[in-house]
């Protein structure tokens, strides 16, 4: 009898040293670990969000973590632990099915782009295989006093009634914009992605600001320029240009993008928009800048194939009227 006890016991005192040594103790350190520079606090709209996104299951098929090697660079500069002070415990995830949400907030701005996607994944992103939030929405004949009806594209939004998020849905989405890393100054972590020096939003290509291309040496490559257009801008602009109507404006036409001049065109993906009135229609939806995460060429592949599809017909641009663009603004 006395030996069974001993040996229990021991295994117990074991196991109290293992757990305190690798879950109690790190636990401890880490939640003693100080902010991030310009890291807040969630609001309690936020947090209620947050709610939402573990209940539902969502950091099953996404991370909130960069690691520090090249192929998370997509998503932006790698997280540090002063990221999470607020966000204990935290939501790491260890599957992707979808992309990592760490700086969602930063390429994904738009409140409506996010409804309409949780709404219906498909409406916006024709090939995703990630399931609807309906049960989200509500609804209703006629909108209640104080509520914006989610402009969901026709083909996927019910045959009658307005579609309006519940509560969980907006506070959700507030989570989700609240998703954006903050720049740290001279951060660099091993794995050669090197730091991010400017707040370096993550869109979906690998992209440093690269050196000046010579005068002359740069050629449109349709390939790329398309490519480039499907991963940073077809979730809201849509492959065929389309646009989303009521929400994203078209490019297809538009007055910006078939013009001779190219400065306005040029300036909205460097510097973002929101609230300018594009042919005759207020958009309340916001377009993320893109000056952080594409360099001069990329900008002007994008552009120029804007410029060349879709029955537009306008002058192309080069490299370095991006880059004269991007000097003005700073
Ligand atoms: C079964 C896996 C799965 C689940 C569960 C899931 N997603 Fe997704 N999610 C995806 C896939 C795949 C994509 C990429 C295609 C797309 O954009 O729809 C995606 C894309 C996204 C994006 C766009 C990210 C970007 O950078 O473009 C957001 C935001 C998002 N999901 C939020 C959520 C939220 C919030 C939940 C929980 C309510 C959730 N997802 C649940 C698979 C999933
Ligand atoms: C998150 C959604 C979103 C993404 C991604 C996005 N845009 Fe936009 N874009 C918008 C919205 C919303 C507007 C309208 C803004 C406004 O009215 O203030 C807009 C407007 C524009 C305009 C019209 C400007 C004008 O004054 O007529 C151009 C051109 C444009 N975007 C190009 C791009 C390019 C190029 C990309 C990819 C590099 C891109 N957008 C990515 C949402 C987006």
Not at 36 to 52: F, N, Y
Request: aromatic share 6%; proline share 10%.
């Amino acid at each position: 009898m006395k030996k069974l006890l001993m040996i229990a016991g021991g295994a117990l005192g074991i196991y109290i040293v293992i757990v305190m040594l690798i879950a109690v103790i790190p636990a401890i350190d880490l939640s003693m670990t100080p902010a991030g520079p310009e890291v807040k606090p969630l609001t309690a709209l936020q947090a209620e969000g947050r709610d939402v996104f573990v209940a539902e299951g969502c950091s099953y098929c996404h991370t909130q973590q960069v690691r520090p090697i090249p192929q998370d660079k997509v998503f932006g500069r790698p997280s540090a632990p002063g990221d999470f002070a607020y966000q204990t415990p935290e939501l790491l995830g260890s599957e992707r099915t979808g992309p990592d949400l760490t700086n969602v907030g930063a390429s994904k701005p738009s409140d409506v782009w996010q409804y309409i996607h949780l709404f219906d994944p498909r409406a916006v992103v024709p090939e995703s295989i990630m399931p609807n939030f309906k049960f989200l929405f509500r609804v209703v004949d006629q909108l209640p006093p104080g509520e914006t009806a989610v402009p969901v594209p026709a083909a996927f939004a019910p045959a009658t009634g307005k579609v309006i998020p519940t509560q969980q849905a907006k506070a959700l989405v507030a989570y989700l914009l609240s998703l954006k890393q903050t720049p740290i100054p001279g951060y660099t972590m091993n794995g050669g992605m090197g730091g991010a020096t400017t707040a370096a939003p993550a869109a979906t290509t690998a992209a440093a600001p690269s050196a000046p291309v010579p005068a002359g040496a740069y050629r449109f490559d349709a390939a790329t320029g398309a490519s480039l257009y499907a991963a940073n801008c077809s979730a809201c602009h849509q492959a065929g240009g389309e646009g989303i109507p009521g929400a994203f404006p078209p490019l297809k036409g538009n007055a910006a993008v078939d013009d001779a001049d190219p400065t306005l065109h040029i300036d909205t993906v460097l510097e973002g928009a929101h609230g300018v009135t594009i042919g005759g229609v207020a958009y309340t939806s916001v377009m993320p800048p893109f000056s952080g995460q594409l360099s001069d060429t990329q900008i002007a592949d994008i552009i120029n194939h804007e410029r060349s599809s879709w029955g537009n017909q306008a002058k192309s641009v080069t490299p370095a009227e991006v880059a004269a663009a991007r000097a003005k603004a700073h």
